[in-house]
């Protein structure tokens, strides 16, 4: 299958899943969660690894603000659907293989999602991760259930409040990223060389085993779609974006 957002080759029994939207600053469509998704079906077969990589710079930077200014300015239904998003970081951190987050620069909100999603997450020293959605009069609902896991309630709870973006350092110290270093590619290579002697079966079978150990991701995803829904149907949060994507201006700002 040819794709327009994301670039994917395999190495043997490893998938490098590139985020590529470089004319959107690297965030996230509908397509791009579609095209994911087909992806990650073929990894189920034809992978044991996938490494999760998005652009130099800029890992992923969330809901694509340009993408709903056009819908608004055109009339169109915004057409809100988190459940696909959703359950493609179910997928990545329930599915059948070893998933790992690859950042390298700038992970904010739903990039954020994507990461924690990931059973490992691998840095260099500028990456940053951010939950700017508050500023927008939203509130990271999806994302939550997946950072929750990994850093807590309180540090997720602390990022979702400040909105500012956290380190690599600070990440590392609260879970979110399991670790980081100038040369984050060789870092990669050297999980892959341990990984790559686990048995895909048996990985398989402790990754349901753990989904069922949990089950919070499962719980929570009814609430996190419904709150998800309803932020981004209030006409205030809508406005608070085509302005933003408009004039450049943040909701704070006078006009």
Not at 16 to 30: C, K, M, V
Request: charge should be negative; proline fraction near 4%.
């Amino acid at each position: 299958m040819k794709y327009d957002t994301i670039k994917v080759r395999f190495e043997g029994q490893v998938c490098y899943l590139q985020l590529h939207r470089p004319e959107a600053g690297n965030t996230i469509s509908d397509q791009l969660v579609q095209e994911c998704a087909h992806a990650l079906s073929l990894c189920e077969e034809q992978a044991a690894i996938i490494v999760l990589e998005g652009l130099d710079g800029v890992f992923c930077m969330g809901a694509d603000f340009n993408g709903i200014h056009a819908k608004l300015s055109s009339g169109e239904p915004l057409d809100n659907r988190p459940e696909p998003l959703y359950s493609l970081w179910q997928l990545l951190s329930s599915g059948p293989y070893v998933t790992i987050a690859h950042v390298k620069g700038k992970a904010n909100a739903g990039g954020v999602g994507f990461a924690a999603a990931c059973d490992i997450v691998l840095a260099d020293e500028q990456a940053e991760f951010s939950l700017s959605e508050l500023l927008f009069g939203l509130f990271p609902a999806c994302v939550m259930p997946f950072l929750v896991r990994r850093t807590g309630m309180q540090k997720a709870h602390y990022m979702t409040l400040m909105t500012k973006p956290i380190s690599v350092q600070e990440a590392h110290t609260w879970g979110l990223v399991d670790g980081y270093g100038r040369d984050s590619e060789t870092l990669v290579r050297r999980h892959l060389l341990r990984l790559k002697k686990l048995s895909k079966p048996a990985v398989a079978h402790y990754k349901q085993y753990m989904n069922e150990l949990h089950g919070t991701l499962s719980q929570a995803k009814p609430l996190a779609l419904a709150a998800n829904e309803k932020v981004f149907s209030d006409s205030r949060n809508l406005e608070k974006i085509y302005r933003y994507v408009e004039k450049g201006q943040f909701p704070w700002e006078d006009e």
